[in-house]
């Protein structure tokens, strides 16, 4: 259990001799303090006590205020208590500083970014950045202004930051670093009202889809979990669920190809080792695996094929797979093996230059793949005189759509790496339509 206690600390002291007052907290035999950045002199302090005499002209408010100081950091400790939650002396400092310090939402939105920067999850880190640009651009509108003006300077905006990160000029680090000093937007100022305009701003003035601004209230959603976790803000005043914001997703129409599509591309004559040829390779390879995700196909390595099979471990949920390999996906592999130069080289060609020791580098170099494997599968469409959106995810929605009701749903389940089973019915009800098919023939037809 921890011990707190207001102390005067003598070894911090100002140019006239006067001490620190501060608390401290200590846990296993190990203190913290918190320094208040109140001073008196050792002659008004009582060390029995431990308070400030009435000796000191303002003794009741400086006792005051440090209980209440006193109070955050012991609330934080019988809290952990109460939840069975193992703290240092040195979290539960943390975590009552934050409250005296009063952390805005850019703070500790920027904390969490920096973090996810810091683990490799840099496409999570970016996106989330971008967030935080969006709430800036919320909180310094001019409504007054035309609209086609402020959205003209939004854009503006974006790409000067765009233009800088290209030349080094800013990077998102310091971007962090900006927002990790900002105290604009308090967690008290987010309620249904600021959801509400927000939303519409971010319609209005950004363009964004409905469910892309679903993302955005998911993400703020989240920093404000995390902030009444860190007692920085008072659950009462959640303003999310029960009465007020309740963040629904919304689930589009997922269209897939068909298994003539599918063999229009597999006989589309392509030059071979050219980057649409490869493109071809890597999106069937992905639609023969029941659709694995691209850039899990892209990183995929020589030593995650082991007799006849493919052992990997999926990028999203870090769960792992085993599947048999295919006659078709065979054939793409014994292609590609004539370069293999080791077991830990990749399959395919687009992050042989990638230094695998960098995640830094990983992450560009997938970035630039997406995207040229993106424009590349928008010329196969086109030459195979396909109208839909062929695009990475299409090969999962491709591999439902054949599937149907063919395949029972604990098999997909399998296939698709859901851990739920609800979630695979969900998902293979986008393709199944010969029930309602059939109902609405009779109706017409009868």
Not at 14 to 43: M, N, V, W
Not at 228 to 238: A, F, H, L, P, R
């Amino acid at each position: 259990m921890a011990s707190i206690k207001v102390i005067l600390w003598k070894y911090r002291r100002k140019p006239d001799g006067s001490c620190s007052l501060a608390i401290r907290i200590t846990k296993d035999r190990k203190p913290q303090y918190i320094h208040t950045g109140k001073y008196i002199f050792e002659k008004d302090w009582d060390f029995k006590k431990n308070v400030v005499k009435k000796s000191h002209s303002n003794s009741k408010r400086l006792n005051a205020f440090l209980r209440n100081e006193a109070k955050k950091a012991e609330a934080v400790a019988d809290k952990a208590l109460m939840a069975e939650e193992e703290l240092s002396s040195k979290q539960i400092k943390k975590k009552a500083k934050r409250q005296s310090d009063n952390v805005s939402f850019f703070q500790l939105a920027s904390e969490r970014i920096q973090n996810k920067n810091m683990e490799g999850t840099f496409s999570v880190a970016k996106a989330e950045l971008s967030i935080l640009f969006n709430l800036q651009e919320f909180l310094n509108l001019t409504p007054s202004l035309p609209k086609q003006k402020v959205k003209e300077g939004i854009i503006k905006r974006r790409k000067e930051r765009v233009s800088k990160a290209r030349k080094g000029e800013w990077t998102l680090e310091m971007h962090l670093k900006a927002f990790s000093k900002d105290k604009s937007l308090n967690f008290t100022d987010i309620d249904l009202a600021f959801i509400s305009k927000f939303k519409s701003f971010c319609a209005s003035y950004l363009d964004q889809k409905t469910r892309t601004i679903t993302n955005q209230l998911i993400f703020i959603r989240t920093i404000y979990n995390y902030a009444i976790n860190e007692n920085i803000v008072d659950g009462k005043k959640y303003p999310f669920g029960g009465e007020n914001e309740k963040i629904r997703i919304k689930s589009g129409n997922k269209i897939g190809l068909t298994k003539e599509e599918i063999q229009k591309i597999e006989a589309l004559d392509l030059e071979e080792s050219s980057s649409i040829w490869h493109t071809r390779n890597v999106w069937l390879f992905a639609y023969y695996f029941a659709g694995v995700r691209i850039s899990d196909v892209v990183e995929m390595k020589w030593s995650d094929f082991v007799d006849g099979r493919l052992y990997y471990q999926m990028n999203k949920n870090e769960k792992p797979v085993s599947l048999k390999i295919p006659k078709q996906a065979q054939d793409i592999l014994d292609f590609y093996e004539k370069d293999k130069i080791s077991k830990e080289d990749y399959v395919f060609p687009f992050l042989k230059k990638a230094n695998q020791k960098s995640k830094k580098d990983l992450f560009t170099k997938m970035r630039n793949a997406t995207k040229l494997l993106n424009k590349y599968l928008k010329q196969i469409a086109k030459d195979c005189e396909i109208e839909k959106n062929l695009s990475n995810h299409i090969a999962r929605h491709s591999f439902g759509n054949i599937a149907g009701d063919k395949i029972h749903p604990l098999m997909l389940q399998k296939l698709y790496r859901h851990t739920d089973l609800k979630t695979t019915i969900n998902y293979q009800a986008n393709f199944i339509h010969k029930e309602a098919d059939e109902a609405l023939e009779s109706v017409l037809n009868s």
